[in-house]
């Protein structure tokens, strides 16, 4: 008896729609994110994550009516990701509703910026996402640099250090995404899973490469991640996050069932 | 008859919209206003005291604003529920920020989970302790009809409730070491929990809330 492992399942949301498709909502309009969520959490979703891609101003302005219209139906945890720059985004995303808000390139840029966020709302609603490839070749020890612009520009930074100094500024949580796996369905890159989850105290969601179950069973059990994100396996009806759950379960992962 | 009122109290800590959505989704007949106005909060049915962020920050809130009176003046008259922080600004003293006096209306201390936490096993356990966790139902209580013992509640905090009277407890938490994860006392409920973040359990216990007349 304990704290159960959490299965999130993540939704990309431009100008309000869920893109990258999802196939497996059995009603017309299966673009509608509060739908998708909705499904998500009776199939018993422990928290969502929305990205937001929109580009334009506009598209913003969606983003929070649909983040309002979410928080209004799905009584789950809701994490928004994606153009977090300035502590008025983080502010307009909470009081729409949002739990928690992801931080990734901006506190590449400026991460004081993740201090100043901590500071002023609490680190139990910042979330730092962390793009992280690795760099160490063949037969030398592991070694992961932060990524931007979608894992094509290096930074630099050692993944390691840099998931240490986000918790020090304040993250509350780290969500971690192997940009190798990222798309792969080969599985979590373990190794920088467990390296980050053990460097830090604060919860690590695994992301990046989940492709069957036994991938998410892996991230926690291997990987020592407190949470699994995953999109695509979900997405198009491959396995409901039930299955996910049993399946978990059956393993021996704490996972909450009720 | 008039329809029935609960006032979220708004004292500027944080998003109150999801306690207020997940009030208007269980009791869709009832008016929930959220406010910082003592006249308001003081003639609404019922009260809720949510809370999230630093001790220090959230008391002082309350402090400014008048607000421990009310909360203190509802908490003798009508069905009250802290949530989180709320409930720990209820205790006697808090550990966090160095140490801050809270508004003693329980009498026990709000503690840090510690660096140093680990499970049975001897695993190291992650702080803040966030996510689902079980509720052990620890006596009967009206809020907790038609919910399970053993649910799990979502939760997300670092500092957890210890009380002097055990027999306030009135569910339990564990994470590497026991907390209080509800107490009550007459028309008092507190949860360590988001109700309003923890789903159908969750869902549940806020409907309760806003069929419960105060009496046990």
Redesign the interface.
């Known amino acids: 008896?304990?704290?159960?492992?959490?299965i999130i399942p993540c939704l990309d949301v431009d100008n309000g729609r869920v893109v990258k498709g999802v196939q497996f909502v059995d009603i017309r309009d299966a673009g509608d994110p509060v739908e998708v969520a909705r499904r998500y959490?009776e199939q018993g979703a422990?928290e969502i994550t929305f990205l937001d891609i929109t580009a334009s101003h506009e598209g913003r302005d969606t983003m929070v009516h649909t983040v309002?219209k979410m928080?209004?139906?799905v009584?789950?945890?809701l994490t928004v990701g994606g153009g977090i720059r300035k502590l008025e985004d983080i502010r307009t995303m909470?009081?729409?509703?949002?739990?928690k808000v992801s931080i990734n390139t901006a506190a590449v840029f400026n991460p004081e910026f993740v201090g100043e966020a901590a500071a002023r709302?609490?680190?139990?609603?910042i979330v730092v996402a962390i793009d992280a490839k690795k760099v160490s070749a063949e037969g030398e020890p592991n070694r992961w640099e932060i990524f931007t612009h979608g894992g094509r520009k290096p930074t630099g930074l050692d993944a390691i250090e840099w998931a240490r100094k986000m918790v020090d500024l304040g993250a509350?949580?780290i969500l971690l995404t192997s940009m190798d796996r990222d798309g792969t369905k080969n599985g979590f890159d373990l190794d920088v899973t467990r390296a980050i989850s053990e460097a830090v105290?604060?919860?690590v969601i695994a992301s990046g490469g989940v492709g069957n179950l036994q991938h998410l069973a892996d991230g926690v059990t291997l990987g020592k991640a407190?949470?699994v994100l995953a999109a695509s396996i979900f997405h198009f009806g491959e396995y409901s996050i039930q299955q996910a759950k049993e399946f978990m379960a059956k393993q021996g992962i704490e996972m909450?069932m009720? | 008859m008039s329809k029935s009122t609960v006032a979220v109290i708004d004292y500027g800590m944080g998003n109150l919209h999801s306690a207020a959505k997940a009030l208007e989704h269980v009791a869709p007949g009832a008016q929930v206003l959220v406010t910082p106005d003592a006249d308001k909060i003081l003639s609404a049915d019922r009260v809720v005291f949510p809370g999230v962020g630093a001790i220090r920050d959230c008391v002082g809130e309350i402090l400014r604003l008048g607000l421990d009176e009310v909360v203190k003046e509802a908490a003798k008259s009508k069905p009250l529920l802290g949530i989180c922080v709320g409930m720990q600004s209820m205790m006697t003293h808090s550990e966090e920020n160095g140490g801050v006096a809270c508004l003693d209306m329980f009498a026990g201390e709000v503690k840090f989970f510690g660096d140093d936490l680990k499970d049975a096993a001897g695993e190291k356990l992650k702080v803040p302790h966030m996510g689902w966790n079980q509720v052990k139902q620890e006596r009967p209580h009206p809020l907790w009809k038609d919910i399970p013992d053993n649910s799990r509640f979502y939760f997300v905090h670092s500092y957890y409730v210890t009380v002097e009277d055990e027999s306030l407890v009135t569910g339990r938490g564990h994470y590497g070491v026991p907390f209080v994860a509800t107490l009550g006392r007459d028309n008092v409920f507190a949860a360590q929990f988001h109700p309003e973040k923890s789903s159908r359990s969750g869902l549940q216990l806020l409907k309760n809330f806003m069929e419960w007349d105060g009496t046990l």
């Open positions: 008896m304990g704290l159960a492992k959490r959490d422990d309002e928080a209004s139906q009584f789950i945890p909470l009081n729409a509703g949002a739990d709302f609490g680190s139990q609603c509350g949580e105290h604060v919860p407190d949470a909450r009720d």
